[in-house]
């Protein structure tokens, strides 16, 4: 439970650009079996949005790569959306992930909230999502816009289809003024480099957390995770 400033620092030792810290809940419904295992245990070890800010507090003179907090609505909203938006300020995190809030909902309840902390809104999008989507969410949000790699659950695949990648170079022919960030399914070299090919870098979660269970500490974790992306 009390690893999470340990794991970000070893990620920066091995130069990753940017950390996301997952907010456990009990209902993840865009993870798969690997963070929903984690979040589980994570709930069963006490751990709460509370908590991470108190252990977030004074991490920015030794943490200096952006941290994003994702997490689902009801946390959040049990905290109080600008009680968040404030906690995150005042511990340095740089903006947030909703995958549960609507974007019509964003726009009309929390888009003035988030801005007047000065904090980014990240917006995912997925194959199904239409142009007219995308260019509202791009013109409406900023930091980066997150690019799922499908509309099912996060976790390993080892391979894009045709028609993922065929997504990829659509959006990216857009030109949007946000960089996108490719997640959901990258665990491998292959995974990796096609994300990379086609957006201003990639997210990797589950693998990440597997390693971190398999490993003996997170500095052998983030080690590994680099030599399975790109060894």
Do not use: W
Not at 58 to 73: C, K
Not at 119 to 144: A, Q, V
Not at 152 to 169: C, H, I, K, L, M
Request: aromatic letters at 8%.
């Amino acid at each position: 439970m009390n690893d999470t400033r340990r794991v970000l620092a070893a990620l920066q030792s091995q130069g990753i650009d940017m950390a996301e810290i997952g907010i456990p809940f009990s209902d993840p419904m865009a993870d798969g079996p690997v963070i929903q295992q984690a979040g589980t245990q994570a709930l069963r070890n006490g751990m709460s949005l509370r908590l991470l800010f108190e252990q977030l507090k004074d991490f920015r003179p030794t943490i200096h790569i952006p941290v994003i907090l994702m997490g689902y609505l009801n946390p959040v909203m049990q905290y109080g959306f600008e009680d968040f938006c404030r906690s995150c300020v005042e511990v340095g995190v740089d903006g947030m992930i909703i995958p549960d809030l609507p974007f019509a909902d964003y726009i009309a309840d929390y888009k003035d909230v988030a801005e007047r902390y000065d904090l980014k809104m990240i917006m995912l999008i997925s194959p199904e999502t239409s142009d007219e989507r995308i260019r509202l969410i791009d013109k409406h949000t900023s930091g980066f816009i997150y690019m799922v790699s499908s509309a099912a659950t996060t976790g390993a695949q080892s391979r894009f289809s045709d028609a993922v990648q065929e997504y990829f170079r659509r959006v990216q022919a857009m030109d949007l003024k946000n960089p996108r960030l490719i997640g959901f399914g990258i665990s491998n070299r292959e995974t990796f480099h096609l994300a990379m090919e086609n957006a201003s870098g990639a997210i990797v979660g589950s693998k990440f957390i597997q390693l971190l269970g398999e490993s003996a500490t997170p500095e052998d974790a983030a080690i590994k995770l680099l030599n399975v992306l790109d060894g």
